[in-house]
């Protein structure tokens, strides 16, 4: 499995110790990155990430190495499924629905292939 998303929260966790500061500087909705971290949505535009590495000063090793890891991403194995430690059954219909939408990406993978 790719861990795309492991490097970007180590990269992340360097600078910033939550990501609702990094959200705001990189102007993407706090949960589209926090989906990013979690490996459901794929990468972002290549402009995206080269900001991010600008801003967490990422080497150029790690920022080859990111690329490199966003070329041969792949979803978690929870992307659109009802995954998660507060699903079981029985719950709401509305619970469901929300539980199935935090693990659906936002945007198709679409930059990287």
């Known amino acids: 499995m790719n861990k795309f998303h492991l490097y970007v929260v180590e990269l992340r966790s360097r600078k910033f110790k939550n990501i609702t500061k990094l959200a ?8 589209v ?24 000063h990422a080497k150029e090793y790690e920022k080859n190495q990111l690329f ?15 995954n998660h430690n507060l699903y079981h ?16 990406p936002d945007y198709p993978h679409k930059y990287w292939r």
Not at 25 to 31: N, Q, S, V
Not at 72 to 78: A, L, M, Q, Y
């Open 24 to 31: 705001k500087i990189l102007r993407i909705e706090y949960e």
């Open 33 to 56: 990155w926090r989906k990013i971290e979690r490996g459901i949505n794929p990468p972002p535009k290549k402009s995206i990430l080269n900001k991010f590495c600008q801003v967490v």
């Open 68 to 82: 490199a890891l966003a070329r041969t991403w792949e979803p978690s194995p929870d992307t659109n499924t009802l």
């Open 89 to 104: 059954k029985g719950l709401d219909v509305d619970w469901t629905e929300a539980i199935r939408k935090e693990n659906t």
